[in-house]
């Protein structure tokens, strides 16, 4: 069957329903992205056009399809110790924390869960040499395709080039025989580590206070009010003295108040409000 591509008019009720539904705003350059993401779906469920497809996801008759939806379309790129400095910036702030509690970190857009190993690889090296108190860290994601894969701890060799040479040779085991060519993160971390499924633009869960929250590199498809909606509810989740971490490319200027830079893409709340 041959399938048209997608109307504007089509495109339009998919970009509305996507951003009620996720917070993602998408562009009309976006259009045939859009097409070539779900293009299996459409066909393996034998629709005509998308508009009928996207009338299925609306109806909320589907929340299987919706799901299934949702994982194809956000954007999941992510590496080990991207943007490097948030580490460096965590390992101090550890260091300084207070031995008696639990020090709390979550990766609130985790995608395939390399930022949350990248945290608990600097953690647990803090450990053991004795520079750091008791720890957790948690991720979440809106994708329960990307959350599956995270939880696994397995990744292909070839994305864990950004690990430092002395974590991978502690922190990581390599496959032999049918798992070639791979790499799994050692049972130790993955057992200090939890996965959730959370949308951040709707009322989270109850959360005890983190020490800090990596929120990087997801507020780039969210527009100002979307933005301020979930770093608001991000930071009511902090500790007093926590930090929020966001993508270096990113900004909270002029979208929130009562927040104060300590680095790159990095933010306190302010002592003084
Ligand atoms: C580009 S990845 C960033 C991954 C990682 N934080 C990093 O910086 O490498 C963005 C992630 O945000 C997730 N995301 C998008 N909208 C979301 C929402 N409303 N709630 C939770 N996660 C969301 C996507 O599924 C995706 O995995």
Redesign the pocket.
């Known amino acids: 069957m041959e399938l048209n591509g997608i109307s504007d008019l089509e495109f339009a009720t998919i970009r509305d329903f996507l951003f009620q539904k ?3 705003s998408l562009t009309a350059s976006k259009k045939a992205l859009v097409c070539s993401r779900l293009f299996k779906r459409v066909q393996a469920l034998r629709f005509e056009s998308y508009g009928a497809y996207f009338d299925l996801l609306k109806s909320g008759k589907n929340q299987a399809e919706l799901q299934m939806a949702i994982n194809l379309l ?6 080990f110790f ?1 943007e490097a400095k948030h580490f460096e910036m965590l390992a101090s702030i550890a260091e300084k924390a207070d031995r008696s509690r639990i020090f709390r970190v979550w ?5 395939t869960g ?2 949350v190993y990248s945290i608990a690889m600097t953690l647990a090296d803090m450990t053991r040499t004795g520079n750091a108190p008791k720890w957790e860290v948690r991720g ?4 329960t395709r ?1 959350l599956e894969s995270a939880r696994t701890g397995h990744y292909s060799f070839d994305r864990t080039e950004d690990i430092p040479a002395d974590f991978l040779k502690r922190y990581c085991l390599r496959g032999t025989g049918p798992y070639e060519g791979t790499l799994l993160i050692d049972r130790t971390l993955r057992e200090k580590t939890e996965f959730a499924q ?4 709707e009322p989270l869960p109850k959360l005890v206070p983190f020490d800090v929250i ?1 929120l ?3 507020l780039i ?1 969210f527009d100002n009010p979307v933005k301020l909606k979930v770093v608001s509810q991000l930071i009511s989740n902090l500790t007093p003295e926590g930090v929020l971490f966001i ?1 270096m490319a990113e900004t909270l200027n002029g979208v929130i108040e009562g927040l104060v830079s300590v680095g790159p893409g990095a933010y306190r709340l302010d002592r003084r409000k």
């Open positions: 996720v917070g993602i956000t954007t999941n790129e992510t590496y991207r990766s609130a857009a985790c995608s390399e930022e979440s994601d809106i994708s990307v959370i949308n951040l633009i990596f990087r590199n997801v498809y993508g």
